[in-house]
């Protein structure tokens, strides 16, 4: 088999073999297939597509790359959450406790931040102590006895995906379906959970930024996971604003906890259940989500979700005090107020640019070892659609660094768009896929 007749398949339109995509994968993988070959073969997929047998067998062969985990020594059913990425996404902080408090054992894995988007693992850190760097035998332990564990991806974690991805960042060829799906599939199918529920944003801040192609993705993965015999869930939720009203590690790490207080933003509450809600339905721990949403009240209600949260992060090495007493966590040394430069409504709110505030001020990485300020970023007091006056205080930044919070609060400025009319705000969630298809979410 040779790689150029692969390329000039793809290039034509066809279809390529289980055999065929094993042979351009582990070759990719041992490094005897090079990388501009990888890049012209990833482009062809940009242009021509993959069928989904195609794209099956490609998430699977990625997934097999490296190690597969076996938590068949885990009680239960275990289920894992996956965000395809967002600003001011704290819901892995809020999900995972409220789900172990039901009693669904939660064996995460988790990243860092990258560019303009953050990673729980960094958020998880500002708790003082707080480590994700457990033994395999710990972590499973930890999942027996208390429901959760995170841990960092492990090197050979899907090591195929490792290497396409850092090519496809570079060779313009990210925003296919077929490379995303796999690439997020492989390392989902790899981390071993039997439930698995996606949360795919759609919006100016997410890669899809319409519906269809949101929901086209989304029925894509959870085919492949279903497929594979892991029950998959897809939750369609909005991304034309951050999540919730705070973006920056410990400040969303105190937004997470007063959403386990029961005092979330709406937006963050809404998305938070009905992710939790769909792996307690997952893991047949409740009969429908109506029922699940009942269960998950409570456990809001009686504090245990809380509860849940001390318990990991103590069990992690990390200092539980800080979620009782919030004010615990350090701020950043300077705050700066951005006033509201006209009177109308909030019309858009470019989530990107958002984020890349938070960058700014130091609360995100430029490179994959850049050094990040956990105290730094921001909190929006309007949001699309509120009413604001001239002067009114739109938001507040954190930051260690004078000159870095003028130039994050002009960038802030610029985000944010006016209307004297009051203007249509979209749906916090659109609607779910299950094996069935997609089901759009019943409005009022
Ligand atoms: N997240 C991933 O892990 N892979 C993609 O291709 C896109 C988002």
Redesign the pocket.
């Known amino acids: 088999m040779r790689m150029y007749d692969l390329i000039q398949k793809k290039k034509q339109g066809g279809a390529l073999t289980k055999e065929e995509i094993g042979f351009l994968v582990g070759g990719f993988t041992s490094g005897e297939i090079p990388d501009y070959q990888m890049s012209a073969f990833l482009m062809a997929v940009c242009l021509k597509g993959m069928n989904e047998a195609e794209t099956t067998e490609l998430t699977l062969a990625m997934a097999a790359s490296g190690d597969m985990l076996d938590l068949s020594r885990i009680e239960g059913i275990p289920a894992d959450k996956h965000s ?2 967002g600003v001011g996404d704290k819901t892995s902080l809020i999900v995972g406790p409220l789900v172990a408090s039901a009693g669904v054992p939660v064996a995460k894995m988790s990243g860092r931040g990258l560019g303009h988007t953050g990673g729980t693992i960094d958020k998880l850190e500002s708790f003082p102590g707080f480590s994700t760097a457990i033994s395999s035998e710990r972590f499973l332990q930890n999942v027996n006895e208390m429901k959760l564990a995170i841990v960092g991806q492990t090197a050979n974690l899907a090591p195929a995906d490792k290497k396409i ?1 850092a090519l496809r960042d570079v060779t313009a060829t ?1 925003d296919s379906i077929p ?2 799906a796999s ?2 599939m492989s ?1 989902k199918l790899a981390a071993g959970s039997q439930v698995i529920v996606l949360d795919v944003k759609v919006g100016s801040g997410a ?1 899809m930024k319409k519906l269809p192609a949101a929901v086209a993705l989304a029925e894509t993965m959870v085919r492949i996971g279903n497929r594979a015999g892991r029950k998959t869930y897809a939750l369609l939720t909005d991304m034309n604003q951050p999540l919730g009203r705070t973006v920056g590690n410990s400040l969303e790490v105190r937004e997470a906890i007063d959403a386990l207080s029961g005092q979330a933003p709406d937006d963050l509450m809404t998305v938070s259940l009905r992710l939790a809600e769909l792996m307690l339905v997952g893991c047949q721990k409740a009969a429908s989500t109506a029922e699940a949403g009942e269960t998950l009240r409570r456990l809001l209600a009686s504090g245990k979700a809380k509860e849940k949260l001390a318990e990991f992060v103590a069990r992690q090495g990390g200092d539980a005090s800080y979620v009782y007493e919030p004010e615990k966590f350090e701020e950043a040394p300077y705050r700066l107020t951005v006033p509201a430069p006209e009177t109308g409504y909030v019309a858009g709110i470019d989530a990107e640019e958002i984020g890349i505030c938070s960058l700014l001020l130091g609360g995100g990485r430029t490179t994959k070892d850049s050094k990040i300020d956990l105290r730094v970023g921001l909190r929006l007091f309007k949001k699309l659609g509120e009413a604001v006056r001239e002067g009114e205080e739109l938001a507040v930044l954190f930051g260690a660094d004078l000159d870095a919070l003028q130039a994050a609060k002009e960038r802030l400025l610029a985000a944010y768009r006016f209307s004297g009319q009051s203007p249509e705000v979209p749906p916090v969630i659109y609607g779910y896929v299950d094996g069935q298809g997609f089901h759009p979410e019943e409005t009022a």
């Open positions: 395809t990425g991805y990210v490379l995303i690439s997020i390392k890669f």
